[in-house]
T-cell receptor, first 113, second 115 residues
Framework: AQSVTQLGSHVSVSEGALVLLRCNYS??????LFWYVQYPNQGLQLLLK??????LVKGINGFEAEFKKSETSFHLTKPSAHMSDAAEYFC???????????FGRGTQLTVWP | DAGVTQSPTHLIKTRGQQVTLRCSPI?????VSWYQQVLGQGPQFIFQ???????GRGNFPDRFSARQFPNYSSELNVNALLLGDSALYLC??????????????FGPGTRLTVL
């Protein structure tokens, strides 16, 4: 079975500081992993996805994530936070059912001026 | 191109009632998945449909049902509503059904409140 665990339900950073959102996965098969962002009262927007082509994945808005098989991790980073990054972030792993994603509980990112 | 559309955006029902939520996928996409997102949690998979057939079901009671139409739009029905059904219901549009890492494109959701 597949699952993800997001460490830290809330993360606060100052504008310009490094953003690090943690995600660990469990998968019985080589995983496909995703990070989505959700702004208030909106649906989910894809930030990036890991498809085994490269361990360092670059996404939109300056975000990137590194797949580490030995640590079963797929942490999301951004070198310099912007006020507009404040949102909820979800890590997800693709399930064996073709159209199924398993999501973590989410991490709320707050960016202070 | 239009994205995923869902209707209505908000809905208020009372316990015991029935509700129907609608989703239109991105043009050319033949598969949709439905998710329930309870406040403070990540989305939970309910159903996937492809070519009008159910291809997957999550751990939800039989009060939840869905269907897909020839134009690939979909409806999610929930009967005998409970307070715990209050959530944001998300529809995801999927380009194809395959073993690959197809991106799921989410609609804005329908916010259901059960009183």
């Amino acid at each position: 079975a597949q699952s993800v665990t997001q460490l830290g339900s809330h993360v606060s950073v100052s504008e310009g500081a490094l953003v690090l959102l943690r995600c660990n996965y469990s998968s019985s098969v080589p995983p496909y992993l995703f990070w989505y962002v959700q702004y208030p009262n909106q649906g989910l927007q894809l930030l990036l996805k890991y498809t085994s082509a490269a361990t360092l994945v670059k996404g939109i808005n300056g975000f990137e994530a590194e797949f580490k098989k030995s640590e079963t991790s797929f942490h999301l980073t951004k070198p310099s936070a912007h006020m507009s990054d404040a949102a909820e972030y979800f890590c997800a792993v693709k399930g064996s059912t073709l159209g199924r994603l398993y999501f973590g509980r989410g991490t709320q990112l707050t960016v202070w001026p | 191109d239009a994205g995923v559309t869902q209707s209505p955006t908000h809905l208020i029902k009372t316990r015991g009632q029935q509700v129907t939520l609608r989703c239109s996928p991105i043009s050319g996409h033949k598969s949709v998945s439905w998710y329930q997102q309870v406040l403070g949690q990540g989305p939970q998979f309910i159903f996937q449909y492809y070519e009008k057939e159910e291809r997957g079901r999550g751990n939800f009671p039989d009060r939840f049902s869905a269907r897909q139409f020839p134009n690939y739009s979909s409806e999610l029905n929930v009967n005998a509503l409970l307070l715990g059904d209050s959530a944001l219901y998300l529809c995801a549009s999927i380009p194809r059904t395959s073993g690959g890492p197809d991106t799921q494109y989410f609609g804005p959701g329908t916010r259901l409140t059960v009183l």
